[in-house]
């Protein structure tokens, strides 16, 4: 049978591919602060036409309902969050409607036949226009536009595993279909962070399977910056996503991947364990 992998691995695995060892159930999830929450239910909770005042009552609202979710949370420290995020709330009533509605919300995914599982934060629904435009125009419009920020696949047949053309069997009588994520952090400079364009392409391919319709783009919310950034779905991040689940299971069955040089030790809940482990490799050097 094979090893079920979360998409939430992945981000995880490109952190640190020794916190898929470590957290094998032994340690507590990572804490998750305050205004990160607070953010990221704002976002869910987002409605098109609200003004400040809409949004500052909406704040008080989702603080007393985080006090009910999150008990280990405490109302001092989300009136600090609020205080934090606040801010943003002009900028965030101004992102574009059509983007994120009409949507589902966290929607479960899982494929026994990809051996995946994922919770996406959003999935956008909407009608395809009369004719979609053919997929060098659509780049190039969104390029224009300031919004493309992954080239056009041109290697869609490096996976091995997803070598159809997800653009040339585009129905046009099909809703499209957009996952989205929520991201509290900030965005990069263009584009979208390596770990959430690999995590679009992994929820493309659940989605694919699910409606049984190509997923041909996807998006990121990037709270902070008060963005949202739309990135083509290539073939060839579908195939790396791929490769490394299947990085992901071989830790899980006992692997231990030799210490990354950038790993970000001083704040990691595995430090004790990790560094009186050696792995196979350095035992030989
Ligand atoms: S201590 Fe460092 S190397 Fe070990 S799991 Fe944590 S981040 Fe990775």
Redesign the pocket.
Known sequence: MVLMVRISDISRYL?????I??ERGQFAPELVSPSHILLRHMLLSWQAGSDPSDMEEAILRLIQDLLLIYPQISQADLLVAADEVRHLLPDLILLPAERLVPSELEVELRSERLGLTGRLDRMVVRQRQAAMPRPNLLSSLLDRAGLLVSPPSQDATASGRDEGSDERTAQADQPLVTPSLIRTGKAPKSGVWRRDRLSLAGYSLLLQEKYGQPVVEGQVEYARSCQIRQVAIRGLDKGRFLRLCDRVRQIRRGSLPD??AN???SA????DA??SRASLASRFF
């Open positions: 952190r640190c591919p020794r916190l060892y470590f210490r990354p790993a970000p030790c990691c809940p595995c430090r990790c560094h």
